[in-house]
């Protein structure tokens, strides 16, 4: 069943919320990575500091990565608000079935607001990588 413009909206400020959150939890991270403007060094002052130090940067910087592809993720799927394709599986509309054919279960929209695929269409491109 497609969602209703009361749906969309919905989808629509919890992703700007959660757009909020993350970027916020991006800024945190970054901070406590690689200190503040605050002119705080983070540079190990003993030599068996710089492998925890650096284990931290590294854990860091991947969490950043994540959750800045979770941001392009959320600024695509609002645009999709935008312009009345939101919820609609990308797959499904490539293999040339209809919108009514194509809707994405709204179970799934609520676990992954951001998601471009029904669950279906997501496994068979998560096995061709």
């Known amino acids: 069943m497609a969602l209703t ?19 916020g939890d991006v800024e945190d991270i970054r901070e406590g990575a690689f200190g503040g403007d605050d002119g705080d060094s983070r ?22 990565r994540n959750e800045q592809e979770t941001l392009k993720e959320i600024a695509v799927a609002l645009v999709k608000c935008d312009d009345g ?32 695929n029904c669950v279906e269409c997501q496994r068979k491109a998560e096995v061709k990588y």
Not at 95 to 103: C, F, L, M
């Open 43 to 64: 540079t190990p002052t003993h030599p068996a500091e710089l492998g925890s130090d650096n284990y931290e940067q590294d854990f860091a910087l991947d969490l950043i």
């Open 5 to 23: 413009t009361a749906d969309v909206k919905l989808f629509r400020e919890r992703l700007r919320a959660l757009r909020a959150r993350l970027r």
């Open 85 to 116: 394709t939101f919820g609609l599986c990308e797959g499904c509309l490539a293999e040339g079935k209809t919108q009514k054919q194509a809707v994405i279960l709204k179970t799934r929209l609520k676990e992954i607001p951001w998601t471009r």
